[in-house]
């Protein structure tokens, strides 16, 4: 696994943006999620979730909105010789109180496809630090 262990807040998954401002300060972090599927820590699920709440705030929050990145797949030659093939897959469901809340997809990079029921596949790979072809804006 590249980058460490995730969860991490790091600038590994920020598309193309810059990960340092002219000072040299760290900027344009992001919630780095990753796993590898092949080693088996994860079972047979292949998959990991996450849950974010607005709680405290007297109640339904709105605009809410942020960038998933790298939502990609293995290159080619990866895929050739079968050396450990895989698609990112993501599903972003939105909850106010228990009625589900559809979310919007907006500027998807070319690398992402959207399958519709709020779910994202990688169609190409992205490079994870120099382009945005795996970047979807998810929103309201
Ligand atoms: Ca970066
Ligand atoms: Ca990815
Ligand atoms: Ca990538």
Known sequence: MSGGLTPAIDQILNGSQPDFDALGNPINRSLHLQIDTKDGQYGNNNSLGLNVGFNGYGGAVQNVGFSLYDIDRSDKLARLNNFSPWQDRVK???????TVVNALFSNLGQNVANLGNGVLQGTGSSDNEKDDTGNVWVHQ
Not at 92 to 98: A, D, F, H, L, Q
């Open 92 to 98: 972003v469901v939105g909850y106010k109180g228990t």
